[in-house]
């Protein structure tokens, strides 16, 4: 439902189909490239990628949903050195492996996405009533 949103709302803005697919997927690509899957959150460089990108890009949301949603409640054994013995436990993997943000719950993050979605929409709508507008 995000790519349809933001499909409609690119494609509200360019009368082209061929620019608004390409806007679209270097949107989703950017999105993508900074929602920590290809680089963890803190390894983003600063200016632009980290602030404002990974915090806009809603691909974030969703990973971090679903890594609280797969770890919360499961420890695993490590098993490297001769460790043996010793657990990581749930939240030591979310915070220092993947670098989630702990300080709110994944449907905290399942209300962004869903939050974002209708923000998308209502552009869409709003976007959509200005062109009506210029034209009449």
């Known amino acids: ?54 915090f806009v890009s809603f691909h974030k949301y969703a990973f971090q949903g679903l890594f609280k949603n797969e770890f919360l409640g ?10 043996r013995g010793t657990y990581l436990g749930d939240k030591e993997i979310l915070r220092n492996i993947w670098q989630v943000e702990m300080g709110h719950n994944k449907w905290v993050d399942l209300a962004i996405m869903f939050g974002i979605i209708v923000f998308y929409r209502v552009m869409f709508l709003a976007i959509t009533k200005i062109k009506e507008k210029i034209k009449a």
């Open 1 to 54: 439902m995000w790519v349809e949103s933001l499909m409609m709302v690119v494609s509200s803005v360019f009368s082209n189909p061929n620019m608004g697919i390409t806007i679209c997927g270097g949107i989703v690509g950017v999105m993508i490239l900074t929602a920590g899957f290809y680089r963890l959150p803190n390894d983003l460089p600063k200016p632009f990628w980290k602030y404002p990108m990974y």
């Open 74 to 83: 499961l420890t695993l054994a490590r098993d490297q050195g001769g460790d």
